[in-house]
């Protein structure tokens, strides 16, 4: 038997405060809708996921519960679980997952008295930056 | 079966005159990963210790997998693992010999699953335990303390000293077995046990001054900031606001039942001039503090 180590196909930046398990749901929606994740990809198992991302096996299992519930994941038989077919991910969807931060970012930018121009401009400036050689798609 | 694994009432521990444990109540859920947190010399090791009959002497009572700790014989070891910062191991025999010097004690062995744990931990099963690190001391430990499938392992501050890779293997080979074995974990260090501890519970002055569910623990504190036009503290509070603190024009107080609803409205009754309010979420090592200074306030 081969000694490796499974790789999680998505990254968690632990934050404090939120509850671990909404932490990991969020970075696996990510992964899914970002297409890291493809439909009839395994799914990580949850001795898997406890192991790599050094969480509670319970924690573990109630993500996977979770994004079954929602329908991204599914069980084959034999198999085990694995990415759902779905429709291609609407931008509806891709924009809710943004939502926490983009108000955390308008809070912010409100307390320290900037204008909407202002943010923008600065957003821009990151886009571009962050774009290295993409042309801003 | 539910219920609890370890469970103990008003257990006292002396040393001479020196109380250690001082009415300590701990219960510890089947199935949990319990952290049970506290300074040096706050009387965890002790705990341990007691649960495994190793000192005795003690009052109160303490039983682990229904049976008293002070009865505690061949049958109820071979159910229980034992894991200790620096125990003591035979130095001259090797590593392969420490294991097979302990795979006749226990009738669970799993020879798979110590195969498993070895390639893992990529053990050096030729060379003496004495010529060994300490990490890999940890490590030949925790393998021998696993390969017989306990129902209940105890690791007294399995993480002291060791470097952060050997840390991460420590706790890879822990949470591949958590799912079929109760783990008690003592450490004086929150931030090692944060992510994967389902309960924990805090040591201090011979007593448990807490004990909860993590997720109980992070969804119900919340740090909270209200800014005000002018300077203002409010003759009366709620009973869950903690550390309430006011300056010039801001007030900040620890939430400790957090509701979303129930809080957004105390807040606008009691601060009805209240221009801004934050509310963030607590590191676990803050919501710690808060608790432990609240404990001690009550003592």
Not at chain 1, 42 to 53: E, I, K, W
Not at chain 1, 101 to 116: D, F, P, S
Not at chain 2, 51 to 78: D, I, K, P, T
Not at chain 2, 181 to 206: K, M, N, R
């Amino acid at each position: 038997m081969c000694n490796h180590t499974p790789v999680i196909p998505f990254r968690v930046q632990f934050q404090p405060g939120a509850p671990l398990y909404e932490q990991v749901v969020y970075a696996a929606k990510k992964a899914l809708l970002a297409g890291q994740l493809r439909p009839g990809d395994p799914f990580p198992s949850v001795r898997a996921m406890s192991t790599a991302l050094k969480i509670n096996p319970n924690t573990a299992h109630k993500v996977q519960q979770h994004l079954l519930n929602e329908g991204l994941l599914e069980v084959k038989p034999g198999i085990g679980t694995v990415v759902a077919k779905r429709p291609a991910s609407s931008r509806a969807a891709k924009n809710e997952l943004l939502q926490e931060e983009l108000e955390q970012l308008v809070v912010e930018a409100k307390k320290l008295g900037l204008t909407l121009d202002e943010v923008q401009a600065a957003l821009g400036n990151h886009w571009v930056r962050l774009d290295g050689g993409n042309g801003g798609k | 079966m539910t219920g609890n694994v370890i469970v103990t009432h008003q257990l006292r521990m002396r040393f001479g005159r020196h109380v250690v444990l001082d009415g300590l109540d701990l219960q510890v859920p089947r199935g949990s990963i319990y952290a049970l947190i506290g300074s040096s010399g706050a009387g965890k090791s002790t705990t341990l210790q007691i649960l495994m009959n190793l000192l005795r002497g003690y009052q109160g009572s303490a039983s682990v997998l229904g049976v008293e700790c002070s009865h505690l014989s061949a049958s109820g070891y071979a159910r229980i693992g034992y894991v200790a910062e620096g125990q003591e191991m035979p130095d001259t025999m090797t590593a392969g010999e420490y294991l097979a010097h302990w795979r006749p004690f226990y009738p669970g062995w799993d020879v798979a699953r110590e195969r498993e744990l070895l390639d893992l931990f990529r053990l050096p099963l030729d060379r003496k335990l004495k010529h060994l690190s300490r990490g890999m001391r940890m490590k030949i430990a925790l393998a021998s303390s696993l390969a017989y499938r306990p129902e209940l392992i105890l690791l007294d501050e399995p993480f002291s000293g060791l470097d952060p890779l050997v840390r991460d293997e420590f706790t890879e080979a822990l949470l591949a077995h958590a799912e079929e074995t109760t783990i008690l974990i003592s450490s004086h260090d929150l931030a090692e046990i944060e992510s994967f501890a389902s309960h924990v519970g805090f040591l201090d002055e011979g007593k448990l001054q807490f004990s909860e569910e993590m997720a109980s623990l992070s969804r119900r504190f919340r740090e909270i900031e209200v800014t005000l036009e002018a300077a203002f503290l409010p003759p009366k509070v709620p009973g869950s606001w903690v550390r309430t603190e006011a300056g010039a024009s801001v007030v900040r107080f620890v939430e400790t039942q957090w509701d979303g609803e129930r809080t957004a409205r105390a807040i606008r009754e009691i601060f009805p001039q209240a221009c801004e309010v934050t509310v963030r979420p607590m590191p676990l090592r803050s919501i710690f503090v808060t608790l432990a200074k609240a404990a001690r306030k009550a003592a």
